[in-house]
């Protein structure tokens, strides 16, 4: 059931002629009377950012963070589209809202595709009609379907605990960077909660998954995480709230990295002993999205002064005598030099589809971790152009 799997909300999912495929390419997420109620989101930092993530920022604003839907089509992105993208955004929104019978401020509409080429907005809004009448409470499964691009699979989230009941859904599979790790993701929950405390969840749940990722250092114009709530549960600690929630985004967000376009492994880049947190981080976003290391984890090849060199240009604090790099439970260096150790062994976890780097910077109490992944020649057949 995925993102209906919380009390209140039906989701469907049609295809309405965007893909030249005729695959699905239009979702709805709604509650399951059409009426408003408390919301949530987090967006793109990319400047560029497209129509519909400012019409979906400005819907939250003006309706005071409620909504009582989410449209989405997949296909195209409706970026760098100028003002016409902007009112398509907008018609997406009002098409839906005349079939709910709401107010068009309390739709929310995400993209996803290509950029830079006008929005087929007249298939959209003749295929809205049966979208709003497809939608059911077991739609979970062809909204998500709906919404992926690149995607081999669906990316679904269920999780209970706590009284509460958090569920989602999620495309993305590159442009996948963090501070918005192109993604989509509609999560809902039944709990009591203001949009102050959505908001404060999101925050919370974004922080250690979409913003912990980072397939190829890309930033979308698009990426955008909603959170609504139906309010049919009692209100539980703030606590648990944001426990549900960083759980379900923390798994959408290894689906997305284990589904990355041409992805052979994926990679968590743990980085200790820095100076800082945010100096860890750092120091982890540099490895996690060099070619150099990429490329070496498709060649399951243990050659560590690559991770070693990234380290020393991260621009953090980092003494050469102090390094040490370890591949699974097996420390391959130690301050700074190599160091006899199973070699058989490391072999064996970069044969692997699941890799774990620890860099231990040996300077303080900082720590970082980003998951990525390997990089292929597939990704490149991938992305090498849009015909």
């Known amino acids: ?56 920022r400005h819907h939250l604003q003006v309706a005071d963070g409620r909504a009582a839907a ?40 995400c993209s996803t595709g290509l950029i830079g080429i006008p929005l087929p907005i007249e298939r959209i809004e003749a295929a809205v009609p049966s979208l709003v009448a497809a939608r059911t409470a077991d739609g979970g499964a062809a909204a998500a379907r709906a919404i992926m691009t690149t995607d081999t699979r669906p990316k679904e989230v269920v999780v209970r605990g706590a009284g509460i009941t958090v569920g989602g859904m999620a495309k993305g599979a590159a442009m996948l960077a963090p501070n918005m790790a192109t993604m989509l993701a509609v999560l809902t929950t039944d709990a009591t909660a203001t949009p102050e405390q959505l908001r404060a969840a999101l925050r919370h749940g974004v922080r250690d998954s979409f913003n912990a990722l980072s397939v190829d250092g890309c930033t979308s114009t698009n990426d955008t995480v909603l959170l609504l709530a139906s309010g049919r549960r009692a209100p539980v600690p703030q606590a648990d709230l944001e426990r549900a929630v ?32 945010a100096e860890a981080s750092r120091a982890a976003r540099r490895v996690a999205e060099s070619p150099l290391c990429k490329c070496s984890w498709y060649g399951e090849d243990p050659y560590w ?29 130690r301050h700074g030099v190599e160091v006899d150790h199973d070699r058989e062994a490391v072999r064996a976890h970069l044969a692997g589809r699941e890799l774990e780097l620890t860099c231990d910077l040996g300077v303080g109490a900082g720590r970082g971790v980003i998951l990525t992944n390997d990089l292929t020649h597939a990704y490149i057949d991938e992305n090498r152009g849009t015909s």
């Open 246 to 277: 960083a759980d379900a985004c923390a798994s959408l967000a290894a689906q997305m990295a284990a589904d990355a376009e041409g992805a052979t492994k994926v990679v968590r880049v743990r980085v200790v002993g820095a100076s800082s947190d």
């Open 305 to 333: 002064g690559r991770v070693a060199s990234e380290l020393g240009s991260a621009g953090v604090h980092v003494d050469p005598t102090l390094v040490s790099i370890a591949y699974g439970d097996v420390t391959v260096a």
């Open 70 to 109: 989410v449209v989405l089509n997949s296909g195209n992105a409706n970026a760098a589209t100028g003002e016409p993208g902007v009112r398509d955004a907008q018609s997406m929104c009002s098409a839906v809202a005349a079939e709910l019978g709401c107010d068009h401020h309390h739709v929310l509409v």
């Open 1 to 56: 059931m995925s993102v209906t799997a919380a009390e209140g909300f039906v989701a469907a999912g049609v295809a309405a002629g965007v893909k030249a495929s005729g695959e699905p390419d239009l979702a709805l997420v709604a509650t399951h009377d059409g009426r408003p109620v408390d919301a949530a989101g987090v967006f793109t930092q990319n400047r560029m950012c497209a129509a519909p993530v400012q019409v979906s």
